[in-house]
């Protein structure tokens, strides 16, 4: 006997064998489920069964605070010393050749970064932690909620 | 789409779904669990899947990959995948399999006319180790080449090759009655 003998005769004989059945009880189980999901608060759902702007919403709360964040942390220093090291040079100098409508924006722009330097800055890594917090507590407040009014946690729902 | 919109299309594949998970786990519990899953995935987009004309594929394609992940997250993720790697770094002995071969030739042939043949056979390809199991039933039953088998399981083609080998030399042994461990 040869593989190929082997394969050809196991492979007739497993397409011989009667498809296994779904018990019964499967398709109850699986209602119940899709109505234990239905009845799940939205927030407590898999993020992908959101709706599409909720999501690109949450996306944007949770990343642009952390972009900023990472700019006004790291920016500068990454910017400044950039520049030494590839040897160009200082912004100062080389907006002198450009436009002035240019210029008055870059102005304008420093004017502006100056003021959040000053005022907004300092207590900017604050705020943040206080957003996290209060979301954290959120959380917790949302899921003792449900947990009363339904009897259940939401994680057990889905 | 109602309740009983998903509930006739979950009656319409259920067979199809529990079949493949059941196949491929070997066991009827996990292959429930794995089936619920699928179903629930298939409720998240019931509206994109109900008029398609590929979601008996797509129904496939889900349960197949939940049914790996399970056997590769939940249940021997250690044995599963350890297993395929050290066969893999395991000299294969084609002498000894042809051997075997050899002995099978001179067995009497198996007579799948009877029920209890068949059942044997459905229990022996249910007792076999996942790393034999696996591409079995995705060559055999899910039609799959032995380079889509590889590529879902992460091992090369000879390794696969060398695993259904196997797997189908401890399912003839089983039928013709030669009850060596697999």
Same mark, same amino acid.
């Given at each position: 006997?040869?593989?190929?003998?082997?394969?050809?005769?196991?492979h007739?004989?497993?397409?011989?064998?009667?498809s296994?059945?779904?018990?019964?009880?499967?398709?109850?189980?699986?209602?119940?489920?899709?109505?234990?999901?239905?009845?799940?608060?939205?927030?407590?759902?898999?993020?992908?069964?959101?709706?599409?702007?909720?999501?690109?919403?949450?996306?944007?709360?949770a990343?642009?605070?952390?972009?900023?964040?990472?700019?006004?942390?790291?920016?500068?220093?990454?910017?400044?010393?950039?520049?030494?090291?590839l040897?160009?040079?200082?912004?100062?100098?080389?907006?002198q050749?450009?436009?002035?409508?240019?210029?008055?924006?870059?102005?304008?722009?420093?004017?502006?970064?100056?003021?959040?330097?000053?005022?907004?800055?300092?207590?900017?890594?604050?705020?943040?932690?206080?957003?996290?917090?209060?979301?954290?507590?959120?959380?917790?407040?949302?899921?003792?909620?449900?947990?009363?009014?339904?009897?259940?946690?939401?994680?057990?729902?889905? | 789409?109602? #309740?009983? &919109?998903?509930? %006739?299309?979950?009656?319409?594949?259920? !067979?199809?779904?529990? $079949?493949? =998970?059941?196949?491929? @786990?070997?066991?009827?519990?996990?292959?429930?669990?794995?089936?619920?899953?699928?179903?629930?995935?298939?409720?998240e987009?019931?509206?994109?899947?109900?008029d398609?004309?590929?979601?008996?594929?797509?129904?496939?394609?889900?349960?197949?990959?939940l049914?790996?992940?399970?056997?590769?997250?939940?249940?021997?993720?250690?044995?599963?995948?350890?297993?395929?790697?050290?066969?893999?770094? #395991?000299? &294969?002995?084609? %002498?000894?399999?042809?051997?075997?071969? !050899?002995?099978?030739? $001179?067995? =009497?042939?198996?007579? @799948?006319?009877?029920?209890?043949?068949?059942?044997?056979?459905?229990?022996?390809?249910a007792?076999?180790?996942?790393?034999?199991?696996?591409?079995?039933?995705?060559?055999?039953?899910?039609?799959?080449?032995?380079?889509?088998?590889?590529?879902?399981?992460?091992?090369?083609?000879?390794?696969v090759?060398?695993?259904?080998?196997?797997?189908?030399?401890?399912?003839?042994?089983?039928?013709?009655?030669?009850?060596?461990?697999v």
């Amino acid at each position: 006997m040869t593989p190929s003998d082997l394969e050809r005769e196991l492979h007739d004989a497993l397409r011989r064998l009667p498809s296994p059945r779904a018990p019964r009880s499967l398709t109850p189980r699986v209602m119940a489920a899709v109505r234990a999901r239905r009845e799940t608060p939205w927030f407590a759902r898999p993020m992908t069964t959101w709706p599409l702007a909720l999501q690109a919403l949450t996306i944007a709360l949770a990343v642009v605070p952390l972009a900023v964040l990472g700019v006004w942390v790291f920016g500068g220093g990454v910017l400044q010393n950039g520049t030494a090291a590839l040897g160009l040079p200082r912004p100062a100098a080389w907006s002198q050749g450009l436009p002035p409508v240019v210029r008055q924006a870059m102005e304008q722009a420093s004017t502006v970064l100056v003021l959040w330097r000053l005022f907004f800055g300092p207590v900017l890594v604050y705020a943040a932690a206080f957003a996290v917090a209060v979301g954290g507590v959120f959380a917790v407040c949302a899921a003792a909620l449900t947990w009363v009014v339904r009897g259940r946690a939401p994680a057990q729902a889905g | 789409m109602t #309740d009983a &919109d998903f509930e %006739a299309f979950v009656r319409r594949f259920e !067979d199809m779904v529990f $079949a493949t =998970a059941v196949r491929l @786990l070997g066991n009827h519990a996990e292959a429930e669990d794995v089936a619920q899953t699928v179903f629930l995935k298939a409720f998240e987009r019931f509206g994109q899947l109900a008029d398609s004309p590929a979601v008996a594929g797509w129904l496939k394609t889900v349960t197949t990959n939940l049914c790996l992940n399970h056997l590769s997250r939940y249940r021997s993720r250690w044995r599963f995948f350890g297993d395929l790697r050290r066969d893999e770094a #395991d000299s &294969d002995s084609p %002498a000894a399999d042809e051997a075997v071969l !050899d002995t099978l030739a $001179a067995d =009497a042939p198996f007579d @799948l006319e009877r029920a209890e043949e068949l059942e044997r056979l459905e229990r022996a390809l249910a007792e076999l180790p996942a790393h034999q199991r696996v591409p079995l039933v995705l060559f055999h039953f899910e039609e799959q080449s032995t380079q889509q088998i590889a590529a879902a399981l992460g091992v090369s083609v000879a390794k696969v090759k060398t695993d259904m080998h196997r797997g189908r030399l401890a399912l003839r042994r089983q039928l013709v009655g030669i009850h060596d461990p697999v």
